[in-house]
């Protein structure tokens, strides 16, 4: 067994599907939800006993994602975690996260998480304020999100992060920070910034196509970027990652993991492993995965075999995602190289950009760097 890795657990119910959303997840599926529940307890088994010790599995991190987690109902709860604590054991685990929606949590809720040892909450806000919040389909209102905060705090969670998004329909700079302002008033531990991106099969990708949404223009958005970049910092939020900020000691551990070459198993539909050297990825259909893991499957629908070419570029960009960067040494480490060997080309022309630097024996963006992000990801991937 692995001797540090995460989990990755996906809940792939939504009360309503948000327009921006390619996750795999879904609305008015309840009707499988009982069932979904029972072939990931055997899914998780299954591994388990492959892989585990003594028919348990004993990760770093174990993180239950979605869709909306909080969706399920009481019992439902009940079921979930009481397949987790069956398969894992959780003396080595250091951080236990769980994604929750504001307008389907309840306290009750809640005190089920903190008593099955949940010690990390996530909470979808996405803005706080009303407006934009209908524009991509969010079942919240801005009081609601701020109620299941002081909820959280209530209850004696003190890992709380959230998730904020810029570049939104409808959205201008005066409502954006009132939305940063309002989380850190908060006293939240940890946020999450992502820009909006147009996915493929989602609702605002159709209504681009017709000519119907109306985005804010491109010097807004960064301008929209600049100023989270410079006002979380200075409200005491280290930026470790591009979209990721976090009080001293807060920063997430699950996703650290994905950026540090770290394996992790991934259990449920549309699930991600990284583990002994290959990505697997389970069916995004939920009756397709629950056919895969009741024929005994697991780890089987390899998605990509990382060659040595692949996971020196993984890497890297991964990597630099952190602001901490590349770390030389560790580089030779894993594969006996020395990097400016591998990548040098592609370091000099970044570095000469002005978007990448050395310090500390690691190589990291700068902050130009973090703004062009892709540019420098995508030099890596073609140098090689």
Same mark, same amino acid.
């Given at each position: 067994?692995?001797?540090?890795?995460?989990?990755?657990?996906?809940?792939?119910?939504?009360?309503?599907? !948000?327009?921006?959303?390619?996750?795999?997840?879904?609305?008015?599926?309840?009707?499988?939800?009982?069932?979904? +529940?029972?072939?990931?307890?055997?899914?998780?088994? /299954?591994?388990?006993?492959?892989?585990?010790?003594?028919?348990?599995?004993? &990760?770093?991190?174990?993180?239950?994602?979605?869709?909306? &987690?909080?969706? /399920?109902?009481? *019992?439902?709860?009940?079921? @979930?975690?009481?397949?987790?604590? %069956?398969?894992?054991?959780?003396?080595?685990?250091? %951080?236990?996260?769980?994604?929750?929606?504001?307008?389907? @949590?309840?306290?009750?809720?809640?005190?089920?998480?903190?008593?099955?040892?949940?010690?990390?909450?996530?909470?979808?806000?996405?803005?706080f304020d009303d407006n934009c919040l209908k524009k991509i389909g969010r079942i919240h209102r801005g009081k609601d999100a701020i109620e299941s905060i002081h909820l959280a705090q209530q209850l004696g969670f003190n890992n709380i992060s959230i998730? +904020?998004?810029?570049?939104?329909?409808?959205?201008?700079?005066?409502?954006?920070?009132?939305?940063?302002?309002?989380?850190? =008033?908060?006293?939240?531990?940890?946020?999450?910034?992502?820009?909006?991106?147009? %996915?493929?099969?989602?609702?605002? =990708?159709?209504?681009?196509?017709?000519?119907?949404?109306?985005?804010?223009? *491109?010097?807004?958005?960064?301008?929209?970027?600049?100023?989270?970049?410079?006002? +979380?910092?200075? $409200?005491?939020?280290n930026r470790y990652e591009i979209s990721n900020y976090a009080l001293s000691g807060y920063e997430s551990k699950h996703n650290s993991l994905y950026w540090q070459d770290v394996p992790y198993l991934g259990f449920g539909a549309g699930a991600h492993?990284?583990?002994?050297?290959?990505?697997?990825?389970?069916?995004?259909?939920?009756?397709?995965?629950?056919?895969? #893991?009741?024929?005994?499957?697991? @780890?089987?629908?390899?998605?990509?075999? #990382?060659?040595?070419?692949?996971?020196? %570029?993984?890497? !890297?960009? +991964?990597?630099?995602?952190?602001?901490?960067?590349?770390?030389?040494?560790?580089?030779?480490?894993?594969?006996?190289?020395?990097?400016?060997?591998?990548?040098?080309?592609?370091?000099?022309?970044?570095?000469?950009?002005?978007?990448?630097?050395?310090?500390?024996?690691? /190589?990291?963006?700068?902050?130009? $760097?973090?703004?062009?992000?892709?540019?420098?990801?995508?030099?890596?991937?073609?140098?090689?």
């Open positions: 067994m692995e001797s540090n890795f995460g989990i990755y657990i996906h809940i792939p119910f939504c009360k309503q599907k !948000c327009f921006y959303c390619d996750f795999p997840s879904f609305a008015g599926r309840e009707r499988l939800i009982d069932s979904y +529940l029972t072939e990931l307890s055997r899914e998780m088994a /299954l591994t388990a006993l492959k892989y585990g010790q003594d028919g348990k599995m004993a &990760p770093y991190t174990v993180y239950i994602g979605g869709g909306t &987690p909080s969706w /399920l109902d009481m *019992d439902q709860l009940a079921r @979930l975690f009481s397949a987790v604590s %069956e398969h894992i054991r959780f003396d080595q685990v250091a %951080e236990f996260t769980i994604e929750v929606n504001p307008g389907t @949590l309840t306290k009750d809720k809640l005190r089920l998480m903190k008593k099955s040892g949940v010690n990390r909450i996530s909470i979808g806000v996405q803005s998730d +904020l998004m810029y570049g939104l329909p409808g959205q201008d700079m005066d409502i954006l920070k009132k939305s940063v302002e309002q989380a850190v =008033a908060l006293q939240v531990q940890h946020i999450s910034v992502y820009g909006l991106q147009l %996915e493929d099969g989602t609702v605002f =990708a159709r209504q681009q196509a017709m000519g119907k949404l109306q985005l804010p223009t *491109d010097e807004l958005v960064e301008n929209m970027y600049d100023y989270i970049a410079a006002t +979380l910092p200075a $409200g005491g939020y492993a990284y583990w002994q050297g290959n990505r697997y990825e389970n069916p995004t259909n939920i009756d397709a995965y629950m056919a895969m #893991v009741r024929q005994g499957d697991i @780890l089987s629908n390899i998605e990509e075999k #990382v060659d040595e070419k692949a996971h020196m %570029e993984e890497f !890297c960009f +991964l990597g630099l995602r952190m602001t901490k960067g590349i770390d030389k040494e560790k580089f030779r480490e894993v594969f006996h190289k020395d990097i400016y060997a591998v990548f040098g080309d592609a370091i000099k022309e970044m570095m000469d950009k002005g978007f990448l630097q050395e310090k500390d024996g690691a /190589l990291s963006l700068t902050t130009i $760097g973090m703004k062009y992000g892709n540019i420098v990801f995508g030099s890596f991937i073609t140098s090689t």
